[in-house]
Each structure stands twice: as structure tokens, then as C-alpha cells.
């Protein structure tokens, strides 16, 4: 579960008054919490006359402040109920909750017009989709230590190239057995599971695939198609995660209890991977700066090279990282503006993203046997193969397996509850590696594929 949703609480002897503010929703106590949600939910109610104009309009503005009011309220709160609700906390609950639950909202009428409103502005108007990848992207890849990153592709490039064949030929069969066509199989369903999240893999992805024309659907139609399949495989790879580490708690030959390869010195990159630096905004600052320049780069040179920029980014920031090109310190403030993103906008993010590309009942609609089997089907199989390449790689077995698991994560959130349910957090680095890389990698692989079958 991460950490911004913990709930922390004073000891029992102080006042009622203590012991409420001690009731935290993320980092802000109960009570603050729910002065700001009534004010700007009630100004969500509220008309109010502009004097410039005469006209009536809503007192939440429709604007970056109050779309960002809106999707925080929504987002810190289903982010915390959902890492606090049994069993569901633990198949990514928090993520589950923060998307689904918004898009049920509006299609209920309870997610007001004025709501909406604000959301379609931070969202759309603002670009926030867009800007919180490019912090997300640049801050991920630029913040990984080059050796990991180096010695991570040449372990894990066997295991998820297998693996990923794996999954594309039992999801395809599987698919055949339902009626799905392989190419709606293998681009809508196997690819999105494969991507490396909603940011980094769906959101580039649909945007390619509205660009292109593909199936004359709109990017938002698209995402609609694609999201479930992306979250049903994070669901079974949440879960495997928890019977891997079952299996090695029981059989401690096949476990390295965090530790990916048997020799080398893996520890000390490890190590030096979970190390908190101390925060420097200014860095921060530059961090930014480098995450919007690669955004801008890729939107520049995808006239000439004919690929999405948001993929053109991807490669860049990879690009940049193994060639040493960013100065160290700008590293750190980019991989620090990543910390900041995700931890606290992650949540309010996926609520835009139920509010604006998810629409309740086409997801209902999509949940089939036959589509949960092609999800599972493809996860496990991929997880398989994982297991028994890791062995022939010198790695442990357990890790091997839950690495190669990540490569159907949802984006970082997917892997912290893969990594939180078999307790190997300290895996993040080279889950980054399957998550991103081995996401970017399958995006541009699609981008390219589907012209010749469009």
C-alpha cells in the first residue's frame, strides 16, 4: 500500500479533539480534510453572478485551481479508502478505487456539472495529462542508477522478451477460443496489459492510435477500450505476487528474499538505489524544466520521424540516461519531481482520468468471461516463463518471476502493490526496468505493427 494513504493515529490518552486531528487522510489530518471538501464541493453547488458579465456561473471555477480542488478532494480520499478496505487493499485498491469510482459518480448524476467542468479544465484545457507524464517519464528514467539500468537490461532482456512472446501466443489462443480476433487480441487487449500503465503506455498509445485513425475512434474511446484490460492484468499480477512469495517462504531454495541475481553485487546497487537524498528545490526546479524539454523534444521531431512524440520522449530520456548526457545534480531533481508527482497527484490523476476517459457503462460492458481469461491467461503466462528462464540466468527464481510480473504492472502505482503483496520493495529498480522499458519498448513495437495491419 503506499505510503501517502497510511492512516497514523495518536496515542488513545490525548483529548477527542487529538485524536481526530491524529486521523490522517495522506499526510493532512480528518478535520482539515473535510473543512477544504465542503468548501469546494459546496462552491461545486453554488452559483454566483459575475459582475464583469451579469452572468450566473458556478463558484468553483472552471479552471486549474478549481480542477485541481476537485480531483485532490476525490483523489486523496479513494486513494485512502481504497488502501484501507479488506482484500481489496491488497489487489491495488487505492488505484482501483480512484479510477472506478469517479466514473460511476458521473454516470450516476452525482458528479455535478460544474465538477466536470473543472475537471475538463485541468485535464484538457491545462494539459495536466501531458505534463504529469513528462515529470513521470523523464524523472523515472533519468533517476535510475545508470549501472542498474545497464546491468537490468542484460539480466531481464531474455526473461520479458519470453515472456512477452509467451503472453501474445497463450493470450492470442486463448483469445481464438472466445471469438476475439487476433489483431483485436494482440493491439487492444495483450499490448495495453504490456505497456507499462495508463500514463506511460495507454494515454501515448491511444493518442498514436487516434492519429493514425485507427478504427475511426477518438483517443478517449480508446483509452476506453484499453484501461480495463490493463487493470484486470494488474489485478492478477497483484495476486500472483502473493502466491510467489507464499511459495518462497516454504520452499527457500527458490527465493532470494529480495535478491534478483545469485552473484555480483547487486546489494550495493540495490542499496544505493533505496537511499534518500535530501530534497533541493531548486533542483526540483531544473528537474521540471528537463521533464517539459524532453516533452517538447519529442512533439518536435515526430513530424520528422514519422513516431508519437510522447514515445519519441520515452526513447529520449533512455537515451539520455545510458549516454550520461544530464549533469548528475539535474538527474536528482528531475527523479525528485517524480517522487513529488507521484506521490501526491497519482491518485488525483487516475480520478480525471474516470471522469474524462472512462465511461461506466462501456467498462461494465467489457468485463466478460471471455476477456478476464484472455487478461489472466496472458499474466500468468508470462509470469511462468519468468520463473523458469530466471533459472537458467542464475537469478532466484521468486524474483525472477515477480519482475518479470511487473512487465503487465499498471505504471508505478501497479508496481508497488506487485512489489508491497510479496514484501521485495527493494526490487523497484529493475521493476522500473520491466515496467518502463519493457513498456515504451512493446508502445513503439505496436505503433509500428498496427500500420501494417490497419
Known sequence: MDHSTVVESVPASGGFFSRLMGQKIGAMPLPVYFVLACIVLGASFVQIKNHATGAMASALPADMIGGFAIIMVFGFLLGHLGGKIPVLKEIGGSAIMALFVPSALLAYGIFNPSMKAATVAIMKTSNFLYFYISCLVAGSLLGMNRKVLLQGFMRMFIPLVVGTIAATIVGVSV??????????????????????????????????????????????????????????????????????????????????????????????????????????LPLMGCGLLIACSFW???????????????????????????????????????????????????????????????????????????????????????????????????????????????????????????????DRMGLMPFAQISTRIGGASMIVFAVFAIKMFA
Open 175 to 280: 483469445g481464438l477460443l472466445f471469438g476475439y480476433a487476433p489483431y483485436k487480441t494482440f493491439f487492444f487487449i495483450l499490448i495495453p496489459i504490456m505497456g507499462g500503465g495508463v500514463g506511460e503506455g495507454i494515454l501515448p498509445l491511444s493518442m498514436a492510435y487516434a492519429e493514425m485513425g485507427i478504427l475511426g475512434k477518438t483517443q478517449g474511446e480508446l483509452i476506453a477500450m484499453m484501461i480495463p484490460a490493463a487493470l484486470i492484468g494488474n489485478v492478477v499480477a497483484i495476486v500472483s505476487a502473493g502466491m510467489l512469495k507464499r511459495l518462497g517462504d516454504k520452499h527457500g531454495q527458490y527465493s532470494g528474499k529480495g535478491l534478483l541475481v545469485r552473484t555480483g553485487d547487486d546489494n550495493e546497487l540495490l542499496k544505493e538505489m533505496g537511499a534518500d537524498k535530501p530534497i533541493e
Open 296 to 422: 517538447i523534444l519529442g512533439s518536435f521531431l515526430s513530424p520528422y520521424v514519422g513516431i508519437p512524440g510522447p514515445i519519441l520522449m520515452i526513447l529520449g530520456a533512455a537515451l539520455a540516461k545510458v549516454l550520461q548526457i544530464v549533469p548528475a545534480r539535474m538527474e536528482q531533481g528531475a527523479y525528485q519531481m517524480y517522487k513529488f508527482m507521484t506521490t501526491n497527484l497519482t491518485y488525483p490523476l487516475l480520478v480525471g482520468l474516470g471522469i474524462l476517459y472512462v465511461p461506466w457503462k462501456d467498462l461494465i460492458g467489457a468485463f466478460t468471461f471471455g476477456y478476464f481469461m484472455i487478461c489472466a491467461s496472458a499474466v500468468l503466462a508470462m509470469i511462468s516463463s519468468g520463473w523458469f528462464i530466471g533459472k537458467f540466468l542464475n537469478m532466484y527464481q521468486v524474483e525472477s518471476a515477480v519482475v518479470t510480473a511487473c512487465h503487465s504492472g499498471l505504471g508505478g502505482t501497479g508496481d508497488v502493490a506487485i512489489l508491497s503483496a510479496c
